[in-house]
């Protein structure tokens, strides 16, 4: 039995270093005037001028979530999924969901396939209040077996409100938002772990819940300081967010089940859990001490005040230390 994502196949810090060496190749490209990137230290969305505005542009996939969706006959969920990806984080720099295209790739053509991936990313787009704007579709026997999705989500902010952790001071609070389960990360080690029971099946392929409307919602009335989409690497995205301060989760929101069967399953240690899962908070929002209760009655029942921050390095919780 497995009981690190590295051995189930996914080492995420040569991910990070696979991803350093890309990224290092295409610095630079980059116009003048309407299109030039905005750089942040950190953030979930590529940036680029537009009169006083900016748009904002996300792509990401499902992963090996599809596999699990196929085995539980529910293909329609990883639409939604893949809609969710992406329009999570737009939102994390203040950006709102404006419009969203698809790619699938098949091994052979599947009518009753790409009906029920219509129907989620249909719902997944009503749901981030975005146009679904088209996409594509590639037939690929000789490199996909069964089939792969993937989107690209675009957005708008102004260029003043930009929110790129920037205003993070000592003092300000976290909150974090529910999540509706493991989302769309972590599944490689899930699959391996996974026993057929269809009871847990169907709680690990529970569509990632999209904040949009809630989140758009209380930028509109509070100044946030930060906001980071909890996916793969999971605690130590909060710090994505500013580096330069300590985190510190000392009321964290209760931990679902479907977790504590994983990680009995798997016979995994808490830092692994947190690295790699969200651990049930999909989206961890930060605002000034003043602002923490009236953004909690604007999120809803699903936020809570998790913690602070500190000054400092690296994020503390109350089950371990991450990141310092």
Avoid at 162 to 181: A, F, H, P, Q, R
Avoid at 255 to 280: A, C
Avoid at 285 to 312: H, R, T
Wanted: glycine share 12%; net charge negative; aromatic share 4%.
């Amino acid at each position: 039995m497995v009981s690190t994502y590295s051995e189930a196949g996914v080492d995420i810090d040569a991910s990070e270093r696979a991803t350093e060496a890309l990224i290092a190749q295409i610095k630079g490209v980059n116009r003048k005037g309407d299109g030039e990137a905005i750089k942040l230290d950190n953030g979930f969305a590529g940036l680029v001028k537009l009169g006083d505005g900016a748009l904002a542009m996300c792509t990401d996939g499902v992963g090996s979530k599809i596999l699990l969706a196929e085995e539980m006959d529910s293909i329609h969920t990883v639409g939604i999924d893949c809609v969710a990806m992406n329009t999570n984080d737009l939102i994390c720099v203040g950006a709102e969901p404006l419009s969203f295209v698809d790619y699938v790739a098949l091994d052979k053509p599947d009518e009753e396939l790409m009906t029920k991936l219509g129907k989620g990313l249909a719902e997944g787009c009503k749901q981030s209040n975005c146009t679904l704007s088209g996409g594509e579709t590639a037939i690929l026997p000789e490199l996909v077996h069964g089939f792969d999705i993937a989107g690209t989500s675009v957005g708008y902010v102004k260029q003043d409100e930009i929110i790129d952790g920037t205003k993070i001071v000592e003092g300000d609070v976290l909150i974090g938002l529910k999540s509706s389960g493991p989302h769309s990360n972590g599944y490689t080690l899930i699959r391996k772990l996974f026993n057929g029971d269809k009871e847990i099946g169907k709680q690990l392929v529970e569509p990632t819940r999209i904040y949009v409307k809630e989140i758009m919602n209380l930028i509109r009335q509070v100044e946030v300081h930060g906001i980071a989409h909890i996916t793969g690497g999971g605690l130590d995205n909060i710090s994505r967010i500013n580096d330069n301060v300590q985190y510190v989760i000392d009321n964290p929101l209760p931990v679902p089940s479907v977790f504590d069967w994983l990680q009995q399953r798997g016979d995994i240690e808490d830092s692994e859990m947190y690295r790699t899962f969200n651990m049930g908070m999909g989206m961890t929002i930060i605002v000034g001490k003043e602002d923490a209760g009236k953004s909690v009655s604007i999120l809803g029942e699903n936020a809570q005040i998790i913690g602070s921050v500190k000054n400092g390095k690296g994020i503390e919780h109350s089950r371990l230390i991450l990141g310092s």
